[in-house]
Structure formats: structure tokens, C-alpha cells
């Protein structure tokens, strides 16, 4: 009921999709040890559950798409659109409400949606690792003998240097790269 009843954007969907695969998992165990010891109600229990599991991770596609931490307010926008109707990330949808809103029926759309996102997502994390990477970089200047001049000192030049050319190489690659649009801007 938590996955299904509870507000649909404070769900991990991996963390769903592990347990109902386990669950699953065991309920089988169960159903068959259970078959074996000729219990037949905590075996119809099992099967009960184990098909209800199977019913659920039918919507696991659904819930990987919309509970995609990469989705940004371009993407709800696509997303209101394929769907019909207007779709944002806020605590009043569940799983069953998008489910009875029949979102499911426009997978295809959502799940190309949903990837754009991941993926420029992906770009959006390594964009900020570099940033990162460069906030400790210090650039020492010192003075040049009696010149009144000051010139980079060469430890940072070697950092600097190696951190740029492995950003030319990262930063070139992200642009190559179709998902690269909104951040072109």
C-alpha cells in the first residue's frame, strides 16, 4: 500500500523494484515448500500473494519512468503532453491515481521522455564534477626576480593542465553528444 497509496515522487524505484522482485521471489519459495508439505491454505496464501507481486511489477516501468530523478520542468511538460493532461511532481499523485489516470497507457512516450532525462542528466552530473574538480585548484602566482612581474607557478601550471585537458576531452564528447542541447544555452 506504501508503494501504490503513498505519494508517488518519494519513491525509489530501485529500492521498489528489489523488494518486489525479492518478495516475489520468496512467495514462490513459500508457495512450493508449502505445496510439498501439504498446507494447502498457507500455499493459496503464497500464490495469492506471488500473483498480486507479478500484477504490481507490471507498473515498475511506470514508476522508473515518472520517479526519474533527472526530469526537469521541460520534461513534465512533455510528459503533460503525451499524456493529456497536466502532470507535475507534487505529493498528490500515487501510483494508483496515475495508474487510474491511465498515464500507463502512454509508456512508450513517457519511457522516451523519461531516458532524454536520464541522460542529460548524466551530462548535468559530470558538468557539475568538473566544476567540483576545479573549486581546490589554486593559481599561485609568484613574483619574476626583480622584474615586478609575477608569473603561474609551474605545481599549478602541471595541475592545471592535466585537469584541463582531461575537461577538453570530457566537455568535447558531452557536446557530441544529442542530449547536450539544453545545456548549450
Not at 507490471?58 to 503533460?80: F, T
Not at 548524466?122 to 602566482?141: I, K, Y
Request: charged fraction near 25%; aromatic fraction near 8%.
Amino acid at each position: 500500500k506504501k508503494w501504490t497509496r503513498g505519494p508517488l515522487f518519494s519513491i525509489v524505484p530501485e529500492t521498489v523494484d528489489q523488494a518486489a522482485n525479492g518478495m516475489a521471489k520468496r512467495a514462490m519459495k513459500l508457495q512450493g515448500f508449502f505445496e510439498q508439505s501439504n498446507l494447502p491454505t498457507p500455499a493459496s496464501v503464497a500464490k495469492k500473494i506471488k500473483e498480486d507481486l507479478d500484477a504490481f511489477k507490471q507498473h515498475l516501468p511506470l514508476l522508473h519512468a515518472l520517479c526519474n530523478p533527472g526530469l526537469r520542468q521541460r520534461h513534465w511538460d512533455d510528459i503533460s503532453e503525451a499524456v493529456g493532461f497536466a502532470m507535475e511532481r507534487e505529493q498528490a499523485f500515487t501510483l494508483s491515481r496515475v495508474i487510474d489516470m491511465d498515464v500507463h497507457l502512454h509508456m512508450e512516450e513517457l519511457q522516451q521522455i523519461s531516458d532524454s532525462a536520464a541522460r542529460e542528466y548524466g551530462l548535468e552530473t559530470t558538468l557539475e564534477s568538473m566544476m567540483e574538480q576545479w573549486a581546490p585548484v589554486n593559481f599561485e602566482l609568484k613574483p619574476w626576480k626583480d622584474t615586478e612581474t609575477y608569473i603561474v607557478n609551474s605545481a599549478t601550471v602541471d595541475e592545471m593542465q592535466g585537469l584541463m585537458d582531461d575537461h577538453i576531452i570530457k566537455s568535447q564528447t558531452m557536446k557530441g553528444s544529442p542530449f547536450a542541447k539544453p545545456f548549450m544555452e
